[in-house]
């Protein structure tokens, strides 16, 4: 029997992720500190390893073509890596649960991120954040790059497996495979989709072609990869059954060899990477998959139902068999930012017509490349599970589109092959598509949504985040007995700022009054509430601050932290609960008229500062002024000096304005764009 091979970069990856469990065991019992914590785990895991280094054969393949991936993937870092991550799970948990595993939710921080994601299993947070504390807020995404490169040589294994050994060829495709939009578009974000697609590509490497495995030890280092899998995303279940059925397929002679100790170790293996999260969650919240499947263990922190997003996915049986191209002509029922390339649907019907060809060859008894068969049945049905079991999220089936741009290099290669010349102008026009479609979408719709890079932001901004890149930033002041709340999903930003206080979510934490009730505990304990605006998006702030019932007491102070991309930054706003029917209220302007009556004593008063549009601008003695014109005559109520950084100054004026015939705001400086924030006349 031979000993299980692995890639050097699989094999580097997979004991990395083997470290950070160890240290999340050692953190959830002993709370260490975390470098102290972290040097015991590696110390206790290369033990471990060097056990396990005799039952496995690391392999090193590398050709000179490969230097075309690595020219390529520099490029992307270098237009990339300079510009901050904020979208919005980075914000709501992803950082959160970099730093707090197992933060003691409900007697520490209450559901600092929405219920739905406060209880993620964090492993593959924790994965990015020894990368983050070391090179700082952009630079710890160096470890999507290395993830890639992981990728890379995954595919090109697969591509061995199918018996194409060219290297140029290899290159090409998995070069083709990487560089495709929904996974390039995440190489600039926290978010942790790389990870099932290693953990699924891994187990399919070493199943899909049976190899002279001794089967007692390639089962519990499946289960270990498994688990893995599964802690990563709970919806990769569905994909793990399915890969567990091709283990079946290939290896069924080989059962009867099975061993009982085989089962048992890897019952462990399978278990160890997501079990002490489990028993985290459970303990916490009585659901080990809060706030799924919550009918079954009915959490009093979440409403009696099984959560489920029903913004996306097919819709009955038709759907499901036609959603890889269903999904491209309604691409918001897909992925939130309806990007998608043609790759999903050219590789599906692409692998409907080997398998339709190949079931004709077998009708005539002819000869069928077996191990191509095997993989197009694969293909399409792990389609159908992630269409059917997975909303046919294309986000969460990123596994499938590496598996599908395989499909069409093999198409591709077969055409030739065999002189099928006839079939290259369709291929070459729908690929000529795919490119176009995901050159045109990287470059020119490019913001912080989706492919964040120097096409989205300009060179302005470019130049200005290389700065930042290694500012370290200190922590913000909060006086006594404060405490953050959420109104936003923005909890990362918080953290980031000062993570002394306790973190409220004032929005997404509460679906049953026993929550509620724990909320209230929490709010009448402390003096002072404060929430963070992003300037760039002031408005949804205030809307949703409406709607959690709060309003805006006092802007605290603004804070522009190197995390910050250029043109913006943070309002630390002081709220209180909302007892009355005026709502808050926000405008941007450069002049503005009031409306106001006609009464002795009438009541002025807002906030106003310099809008993000206009910061970063060298701005002296910016004044702006309350102006009131009576009978052609201008009489100045106020004026305020706003600083350049944006900080709100509070206006309040009491006037007669029985004979006036204008109020004003009068912006001194009139190419500038300000921020005004509830405005009252009374």
């Not at 091709?246 to 278990?271: A, M």
Request: with cysteine; hydrophobic share 45%.
């Amino acid at each position: 029997m031979k000993k299980i091979e692995i890639n050097i970069f699989s094999y580097l990856f997979i004991a990395f992720c083997f470290i950070i469990l160890v240290n999340d065991y050692l953190t959830f019992f002993f709370n260490w500190n975390y470098f102290i914590s972290l040097l015991i785990s590696g110390v206790l895991s290369l033990g471990i390893i060097h056990f396990v280094n005799k039952k496995i054969q690391i392999t090193k393949e590398f050709d000179k073509a490969d230097w075309i991936f690595y020219i390529l993937l520099f490029l992307v870092f270098a237009i990339t890596i300079v510009f901050p991550d904020r979208m919005y799970d980075t914000l709501n948990y992803h950082l959160y649960s970099q730093v707090h595993p197992f933060n003691n939710l409900l007697t520490g921080d209450f559901f600092p991120s929405r219920n739905i994601n406060s209880y993620t299993y964090s492993f593959t947070d924790r994965a990015f954040y020894p990368f983050r504390l070391v090179f700082g807020y952009r630079l710890g995404l160096i470890f999507n790059y290395l993830c890639l490169i992981v990728i890379y040589h995954q595919i090109k294994q697969i591509l061995m497996s199918l018996n194409i050994k060219n290297a140029l060829t290899k290159t090409l495709i998995a070069t083709f495979s990487i560089f495709t939009f929904s996974i390039i578009d995440l190489i600039d974000v926290y978010y942790v989709d790389y990870f099932s697609i290693i953990f699924l590509l891994e187990i399919f490497i070493h199943i899909f072609k049976k190899y002279n495995y001794d089967i007692n030890q390639l089962f519990p280092f499946m289960a270990f990869l498994s688990g893995l899998a599964f802690c990563a995303k709970i919806s990769n279940a569905y994909f793990i059954l399915g890969l567990f059925l091709l283990f079946l397929i290939n290896y069924w002679q080989e059962l009867k060899k099975f061993k009982l100790k085989t089962l048992l170790v890897s019952s462990i293996t399978f278990c160890f990477p997501f079990i002490i999260y489990m028993i985290y969650t459970y303990l916490e919240t009585s659901n080990p998959f809060f706030p799924f499947y919550n009918t079954i263990f009915q959490s009093n922190l979440y409403s009696n139902t099984n959560w489920m997003d029903l913004r996306f996915g097919p819709k009955g049986l038709l759907e499901t068999l036609i959603w890889p191209v269903k999904m491209l002509f309604e691409k918001n029922r897909a992925i939130d930012i309806s990007i998608i390339e043609p790759a999903w649907a050219i590789g599906y019907l692409i692998a409907i017509s080997y398998l339709g060809y190949y079931l004709l060859q077998k009708i005539r008894k002819r000869k069928v490349n077996k191990t191509k068969l095997l993989f197009m049945v694969c293909l399409i049905f792990y389609y159908l599970i992630w269409a059917k079991f997975v909303l046919g999220y294309t986000r969460y089936g990123l596994f499938l589109l590496i598996l599908s741009t395989i499909t069409i290099g093999i198409f591709i290669i077969d055409c030739i092959k065999y002189k099928k010349y006839i079939c290259l102008p369709v291929i070459i026009v729908l690929l000529s598509y795919h490119v176009y479609y995901n050159v045109f979408n990287y470059v020119y719709q490019a913001d912080y949504w989706s492919a964040n890079n120097i096409f989205g932001n300009g060179l302005e901004s470019y130049k200005y985040n290389v700065k930042q890149l290694f500012v370290k930033d200190e922590p913000v002041q909060m006086p006594e007995n404060s405490a953050w709340g959420v109104v936003n999903a923005n909890s990362g930003y918080m953290m980031l700022l000062n993570d002394e206080i306790p973190i409220y979510s004032l929005v997404m934490s509460t679906d049953t009054e026993y929550a509620k009730n724990l909320l209230n505990e929490r709010l009448e304990k402390i003096t002072h509430l404060y929430t963070l605006a992003d300037a760039i998006e002031f408005q949804a702030f205030i809307d949703n601050l409406n709607s959690s019932g709060y309003k805006i007491k006092e802007f605290y102070k603004t804070s522009t932290p190197s995390f910050l991309n250029y043109n913006n930054y943070l309002y630390i706003v002081e709220i209180d609960e909302n007892t009355s029917n005026i709502m808050n209220n926000y405008e941007e302007f450069v002049q503005k008229k009031l409306s106001f009556p006609k009464k002795e004593n009438t009541q002025i008063s807002y906030w106003i500062g310099l809008n993000n549009k206009s910061k970063n601008e060298s701005v002296s003695n910016y004044q702006v002024q309350l102006v009131s014109k009576k009978h052609g005559e201008e009489e100045i109520i106020s004026t305020s000096v706003l600083p350049n950084d944006g900080q709100m100054i509070r206006v309040s004026s009491s006037i007669d304005t029985r004979n006036t015939d204008e109020l004003e705001i009068n912006n001194l400086v009139e190419d500038k764009i300000l921020s005004c924030v509830n405005l009252e006349i009374k």
